[in-house]
């Protein structure tokens, strides 16, 4: 009834069949009744999503006399390369009005992007294979579409790779913001899975509109939100914080990390700079103001104030059950620091900290003269400074040696690549990150949790 397509999908394979066919053969294809007469052409399918995993078809557009009619799939008997064949001589062709969740396939798929939700991208599609299952049609994968370019197809050419891929519809998650009678939002779930840092490429990489649907989606878990924001450059950091109130950017650079949220608000109009400031609650208010304060490329302006300092005279054993009784810990709690007053004394690595003798005081263990930078070195002498003392995390002092707060490896990793790193082909990507074979790859995120 329709071409055999087989093609190995990523995660999975569109098995061949007679039953299987691509979208495009379909389209515009005349559509006949039952003696063989013509009465119109195929113009589109209509689909429903969110039931089931692969979309169903439950109706067909035939474009007759001008206008766009509406044809049930129940009225269809047979559906193939060569059109459409209706199974009675008279069918209900009133007028196309859609109704909630219904999407079209030409209009509102093809050409557009879904998120491949297992290997964390976005994927434009170039075709739609539909395959009959059960008695019904539904949409059984995507096509992807491939942008020419010489460079890539020369890629391809000596990859011998085919220039699209089929990948299954159960991998997809679509954007539908843009069609209007959706009423459906990307489901959390499927994106809470991923990692922020994955989130933020696709919405870089996607439209505005997308990109905007992505992020409403990930807002139902403001924490996760937070971490997403924190991940995306400074141009769609302020892109997307443009559309919101003074109270929601408030909201979220609560949630974020005081660095990061520093650097988002010198972003903004100096005017909206200081509006959003006085929402934002006043213990990471007062951490901002400070942040604020330092250039963004010193030691100041890079480091974090969430850290865990203790007195030095606490105990192994007292200083563990403290870290036990936190609420929640720093991102990265690779040190504790030892304090007389607010003055550092000590660092002693977590690692030492655990397999310490639980009476030994912290002013016994780990560095006794810690290595520390004041707020104003620049970048470069923090870099030197952490490579010459093997240090995952330097710690930022004032002249009275009052702990300011600390830089860790990932936040100066960040700073010292250069902007033209982190554009990067997708083959390129692949070809370097190691993926275990068969396994779920969502399954495999680490927790959101910073």
Known sequence: MGESVTAAARGGE?????????????????????SGNELGRLADCVVRLGEGALPRLTGLLLR????????????????????????????????FERRPGEVLLDRDVIGR????????????????????????WRVAAIVSSVAFSPLRALWRLVRREPPAEVVDWTRIEPLTGHVPSAARR?????????????????????????????????????????????????????????????GEIAQLLSEMEADDAADLLLNLDQGRRRRVLELVPEPQ?????????????????????????????????????????????????IVIYAMEGDRLRGAVRLFDLIRADPGQRLDQLGDRHPVAVFPETDIPAVAVEMADYNLAALPVVDREGRLLGIVTYDDLIEALIPSEWRWRSEAEQEEHRYEPEDVNKSAMRPPLRR
Do not use: C, W
Not at 306 to 317: V, Y
């Open 14 to 34: 569109v098995r061949g069949s007679m039953s299987q066919m691509r979208f495009s053969r379909l389209r515009g294809r005349p559509l006949r009744g039952p």
């Open 64 to 95: 007759l006399g001008g206008r766009d009619v509406f044809v049930s799939m129940a009225d269809v008997a047979g559906l193939g390369e060569e059109g459409v064949r209706l199974g009675a001589s008279r069918v209900d062709t009133r007028p």
């Open 113 to 136: 992007a879904v998120i491949d939700v297992v290997d964390a991208r976005l994927v434009r599609v170039g075709d739609l294979v539909l395959e009959e299952r059960d008695g019904a």
């Open 186 to 246: 990307i489901p959390f779930l499927r994106l809470a899975g991923l990692r922020p840092a994955d989130i933020a490429d696709i919405v870089e990489e996607a439209s505005h509109e997308e990109g905007k649907e992505i992020l409403e989606a990930v807002h139902q878990d403001q924490e996760l939100e937070a971490d997403v924001f924190e991940e995306l450059n400074d141009e769609h950091q302020v892109e997307f914080a443009r559309e919101r109130s003074d």
């Open 285 to 333: 208010r007062n951490q901002l103001r400070r942040l604020l304060g330092y250039s963004r490329e010193s030691a100041g302006g890079l480091m974090s104030t969430e850290f865990i300092a203790l007195p030095q005279e606490m105990t192994a054993g007292e200083a563990l059950a403290r870290v036990r009784q936190l609420d929640e810990a720093p991102t990265r709690v």
